[in-house]
């Protein structure tokens, strides 16, 4: 981290060197002051793309269009961005242009938040223009500028003031809020990839419980491009109302005093992105194909969205029992989804305050739970019962599958083959 900092300080002397004026500038400098790990290390300098490709040995032309080169040094690499300005906004996405400026200042001032606003010099002196330090030392999220305007010039900077004030508990100023609420529609002009790129970051993050609570109160999430399906749409929109409403309330045993944000304060308390989304999801009433469907609008992957959605899905399909057919349900569903999948709405639960003694026993005393971990295969069966291969070996390792996982019979082949044959009487019988 230090070492990434003092590489980045030793590309701004060799530019100083050279007769240009160099800066370590935006995420990185707020962070270093703050005492967070660094990300991206991003320098702004007065040299022209040209001229910095030619100081740098190691360089790729990033986007030299809008003045970055990332320069490669010992294995990290370091955008290096010309001073520049931006010119207008006409679609609440990208300047229409930008052009290059001979002072840092000028080029802070384009930058969103006033701690994202802050160079810092090779003497070792902060240029703030805009008061960043005292926007950390208070924590406020604070624009640059009048927040309304700088909404309006790009719209994913409502997300980004979400971002950080719930990954830095920091409160976002009364007139940021208002800038939010007024230009909240302008939302559906930013392309999904980026909303859910921001979104997925804040479900990562140290404050996810924050994140969403601004997310649902501000009313953004509906307002993005696509329409999201009306189940999520709907208890998003009775949050903002209302406050939540939402199923989880009854697991727990979390007192919802303290704010709105009720059993949000749940998210936080699980250790993946990717078991916050299900628990969020569950806790909103959307159910696995549902998940799928807002998964799909948002661009987020394949493997990811179908974990989730069969958490969603598990959860769902246990309605269906009682308490006296609940272990039944349980073992019926690891079955279709996956041991793994079983224990990840455990940890949900658990982390809601749920106690899931009896539902970890379950799982315990199940042997198998795939067709896979069978003391049978397929073709044994069929060599066994003398029946040639066909669509009733899978029907009936399925049926072999659930005595097995429910402990009705043991997992072995002696076991296995005699019920096979009893059961293969019973099919032909009935037919
Ligand atoms: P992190 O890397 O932790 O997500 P960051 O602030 O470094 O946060 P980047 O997207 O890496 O975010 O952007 C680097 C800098 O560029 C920011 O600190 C900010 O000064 C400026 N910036 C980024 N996005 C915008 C934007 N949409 N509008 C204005 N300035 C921006
Ligand atoms: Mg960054």
């Given at each position: 981290n230090d070492k990434r900092w003092t590489e980045g300080l030793d590309i701004v002397h060799r530019l100083e060197h050279n007769g240009h004026r160099a800066y370590l500038v935006g995420g990185c400098v707020r962070d270093k002051l703050l005492g967070r790990p660094l990300h991206d290390i991003d320098i702004a300098t007065s040299a022209k793309p040209e001229e910095v490709l030619g100081l740098f040995s190691r360089t790729l032309p990033t986007g030299l269009k809008h003045g970055t080169v990332t320069v490669m040094e010992e294995g990290s690499s370091f955008e290096v961005t010309t001073f520049r300005q931006e010119g207008d906004y006409t679609d609440a996405r990208r300047p229409d242009e930008v052009s290059f400026v001979l002072d840092v200042k000028e080029d802070l001032a384009r930058r969103d938040f006033t701690f994202n606003a802050m160079a810092f010099g090779s003497d070792g002196k902060i240029v703030d223009p805009f008061g960043g330090q005292d926007a950390l030392r208070a924590g406020v999220v604070q624009c640059v500028g009048q927040p309304s305007e700088r909404f309006g010039e790009d719209a994913l900077r409502m997300l980004r003031a979400i971002r950080f004030a719930a990954e830095f508990g920091f409160d976002i100023l009364p007139d940021v809020w208002e800038g939010i609420i007024s230009n909240?529609?302008?939302?559906?002009?930013?392309a999904m990839e980026r909303v859910s790129a921001e979104w997925d970051k804040m479900m990562a993050g140290g404050g996810p419980e924050q994140a969403c609570h601004y997310l649902f109160k501000s009313g953004l999430l509906v307002n993005v491009k696509e329409s999201l399906p009306e189940s999520f749409r709907g208890a998003a929109e009775r949050y903002r109302l209302n406050g939540s409403d939402w199923h989880w309330e009854e697991w727990?045993?979390?007192?919802?005093?303290?704010?709105?944000s009720g059993n949000l304060l749940?998210?936080?308390?699980?250790?993946?992105a990717d078991l916050r989304w299900a628990a969020l999801l569950i806790g909103m009433g959307v159910n696995g194909s549902d998940t799928l469907k807002l998964f799909r609008s948002l661009r987020i992957s394949g493997k990811r969205a179908e974990r989730i959605a069969a958490i969603a899905d598990f959860h769902e399909s246990l309605s269906a029992y009682d308490e006296s057919t609940m272990r039944h349900g349980w073992i019926k569903n690891t079955i279709a989804h996956s041991r793994s999948i079983a224990e990840d709405l455990l940890s949900i639960r658990e982390a809601c305050g749920e106690t899931v003694f009896a539902e970890r026993e379950w799982l315990t005393e199940m042997s198998v739970s795939s067709v896979a971990e069978l003391d049978v295969k397929g073709d044994e069966l069929s060599r066994y019962l003398g029946v040639a291969p066909g669509p009733w070996i899978s029907v009936l390792l399925q049926r072999l599958l659930e005595e097995a996982a429910s402990g009705r019979i043991p997992n072995d082949k002696g076991s296995l083959l005699s019920e096979a044959k009893s059961a293969m009487r019973n099919m032909t019988e009935e037919r």
């Open positions: 909240r529609g302008k939302l559906a002009q930013v727990g045993a979390l007192d919802s005093d303290e704010s709105s749940y998210l936080p308390l699980l250790p993946d």
